[in-house]
């Protein structure tokens, strides 16, 4: 009787938190996926002296959110703080190295319409897309189902109304 409940409860415990562990490195992980097309972007805008003050800033401000929730729910499970700075600094370095790979790839002057031109304009669509695509991995996957698991039904209207507040903007 007893036992058996406090076992189950035991088990139910065990599977939630590692549920929560789970969505902190799915987050981690698609932060880190986001930022390497995101940084090589922010090369070659660098490169052609188009990346502006307000880019960085939002892009830090888009990611701060994730980033500060999974670090939480990675502390809140018994993760050590030197690995979830490690974590978070391996994907601060690797954006400033791809951010400088990602200058030095891109050609000192490219003329408007020429094959160069066109070429970047490709592989830059080719790199939001995949960004885009990360984000949306990790958003489905992991961050979705805890917040219905948090918020249940309303979650969908919530995750609505925030695009498209977002949008508006």
Excluded at 8 to 25: G, T
Aim: glycine share 8%; charged share 10%.
């Amino acid at each position: 009787g007893s036992d058996h409940a406090l076992a189950s409860f035991h088990h139910e415990a065990r599977i939630a938190s590692n549920r929560a562990k789970n969505v902190a490195i799915s987050m981690w992980l698609g932060l880190a996926l986001d930022a390497i097309p995101e940084s090589m972007m922010m090369g070659f805008m660098a490169k052609q002296q188009r990346l502006t003050k307000v880019l960085v800033v939002s892009i830090f401000i888009a990611n701060f959110p994730e980033a500060f929730s999974g670090s939480i729910l990675m502390k809140s499970h018994k993760m050590q703080s030197w690995k979830i700075m490690l974590m978070w600094s391996l994907i601060f370095l690797g954006t400033g190295l791809l951010t400088l790979l990602g200058w030095v790839m891109m050609p000192d002057k490219v003329a408007h319409f020429s094959l160069t031109d066109k070429a970047m304009a490709i592989i830059t669509g080719v790199m939001e897309g995949v960004a885009g695509g990360a984000m949306m991995a990790m958003i489905s996957t992991a961050m979705l189902p805890e917040a219905f698991h948090g918020a249940g039904i309303l979650s969908g209207l919530l995750f609505v109304s925030g695009f498209l507040v977002s949008v508006a903007i």
